[in-house]
């Protein structure tokens, strides 16, 4: 649970009320509902985020916003929706690492990653946990992989796509072992699934992960970040636990369409980086295991492009090839 979400007065974010002066006629934005697209069934990290800025803006702009889920394509038919929509600043996207910067490299989209896209803010990063079902003999990453390689072929990972899928795949390279990835439409699900046993193990992001944690349903085993993470500062990572050099993390961030109006770009990174401060709401970032962004569009914009260059190359190098 998420516990009750603080709604932040109006009045903190007087300076930061968005007003486009559009051609002659034009109401001020928003001057309706603004909706937020999530790529992801409901209860991934992507839904979460969108609902726990929502307090923040709609204090500030006035006007409703509504979280709407449209999955599928490992999270590229909503991306492709946004990527297509009207740039008024009417609908927006809350993105994540995979279908914006490396679904174009492994798979066939309709859309770039960032030419189709206003870069707003950086909403937070989070890594990936793997984590096994209690029937896996193995407790640690050494003794998966030696697992992995006496069995090849006979364990399956669910992910829910992205960098979910991504994570197992690399790890898959990297230690030189044939794992099956089984795809869900959403991380929730996918974790969900490798408690119940329909799958043996999971790479899931923090967020999703933590309920099952303690649950004994699943057992974390490592943590993918290239550092061990302040809420789980027991759990080792992948790299230091057998396999040098691994490192995966996730991240979602706000974009609207390209040619949505800089003015409406620039004021709302502006509301959420100055409601990403309140102790309270930091806070409450930390419980669900991610670090809060609050970014500049510039700054944000040169972070997705090196996202793009990192997994681009990555991609290439290696000619890992990923099912749909």
Same mark, same amino acid.
């Given at each position: 649970?998420?516990?009750?979400?603080?709604?932040?007065?109006?009045?903190?974010?007087?300076?930061?009320?968005? /007003?486009?002066?559009?051609?002659?006629?034009?109401?001020?934005?928003?001057?309706?509902?603004?909706?937020?697209?999530?790529?992801?069934?409901?209860?991934?990290?992507?839904?979460?985020?969108?609902?726990?800025? #929502?307090?923040?803006?709609?204090?500030?702009?006035?006007?409703?916003?509504?979280?709407?889920?449209?999955?599928?394509?490992?999270?590229?038919?909503?991306?492709?929706?946004?990527?297509?929509?009207?740039?008024?600043?009417?609908?927006?996207? #809350?993105?994540?690492?995979?279908?914006? =910067?490396?679904?174009?490299?492994?798979?066939?989209?309709?859309?770039?990653?960032?030419?189709?896209?206003?870069?707003?803010?950086?909403?937070?990063?989070?890594?990936?946990?793997?984590?096994?079902?209690?029937?896996?003999?193995?407790?640690?990453?050494?003794?998966?992989?030696?697992?992995?390689?006496?069995?090849?072929?006979?364990?399956?990972?669910?992910?829910?796509?992205?960098?979910?899928?991504?994570?197992?795949?690399?790890?898959?390279?990297?230690?030189?072992?044939?794992?099956?990835? /089984?795809?869900?439409?959403?991380?929730?699900?996918? /974790?969900?699934?490798?408690?119940?046993?329909?799958?043996?193990?999971?790479?899931?992001?923090?967020?999703?992960?933590?309920?099952?944690? =303690?649950?004994?349903?699943?057992?974390?085993?490592?943590?993918?970040?290239?550092?061990?993470?302040?809420?789980?500062?027991?759990?080792?990572?992948?790299?230091?636990?057998?396999?040098?050099?691994?490192?995966?993390?996730?991240? =979602?961030?706000?974009?609207?369409?390209?040619?949505?109006?800089?003015?409406? #770009?620039?004021?709302?990174?502006?509301?959420?980086?100055?409601?990403?401060?309140?102790?309270?709401?930091?806070?409450?970032?930390?419980?669900?295991?991610?670090?809060?962004?609050?970014?500049?569009?510039?700054?944000?914009?040169?972070?997705?492009?090196?996202?793009?260059?990192?997994?681009?190359?990555? #991609?290439?190098?290696?000619?890992?090839?990923?099912?749909?």
């Amino acid at each position: 649970m998420l516990g009750r979400l603080r709604i932040f007065p109006v009045t903190c974010f007087i300076a930061a009320l968005i /007003v486009f002066a559009g051609p002659a006629g034009a109401q001020a934005w928003p001057a309706k509902p603004v909706r937020l697209i999530v790529p992801y069934a409901p209860g991934g990290i992507a839904d979460t985020m969108a609902r726990i800025t #929502v307090p923040i803006l709609q204090a500030a702009l006035g006007q409703p916003i509504i979280v709407e889920s449209k999955p599928g394509a490992n999270g590229s038919l909503g991306t492709a929706f946004v990527a297509k929509a009207a740039p008024d600043g009417y609908t927006m996207l #809350v993105g994540l690492a995979a279908p914006q =910067t490396l679904n174009q490299f492994i798979f066939k989209v309709d859309y770039d990653g960032l030419a189709d896209f206003e870069p707003i803010t950086l909403l937070n990063t989070n890594p990936l946990v793997l984590m096994v079902h209690p029937s896996l003999p193995a407790r640690d990453v050494k003794q998966l992989i030696a697992l992995a390689k006496a069995q090849p072929g006979k364990l399956n990972f669910s992910g829910a796509g992205g960098l979910t899928q991504f994570g197992g795949e690399i790890f898959k390279y990297m230690a030189r072992v044939d794992m099956v990835h /089984v795809p869900y439409k959403g991380g929730a699900p996918a /974790v969900a699934a490798a408690a119940a046993g329909d799958t043996q193990l999971t790479f899931a992001n923090l967020s999703d992960a933590l309920i099952w944690m =303690t649950s004994g349903k699943l057992l974390p085993i490592a943590i993918t970040s290239a550092r061990r993470y302040p809420q789980t500062p027991d759990l080792p990572t992948i790299a230091e636990s057998g396999l040098p050099g691994y490192a995966v993390e996730g991240w =979602t961030g706000l974009f609207a369409p390209a040619g949505t109006p800089r003015e409406i #770009v620039a004021k709302t990174a502006d509301v959420l980086r100055q409601g990403f401060k309140d102790a309270e709401f930091r806070a409450r970032m930390e419980k669900i295991g991610a670090v809060p962004g609050g970014n500049s569009p510039e700054e944000f914009r040169a972070f997705v492009q090196a996202e793009i260059r990192k997994w681009g190359n990555f #991609v290439r190098d290696t000619g890992i090839k990923v099912e749909q």
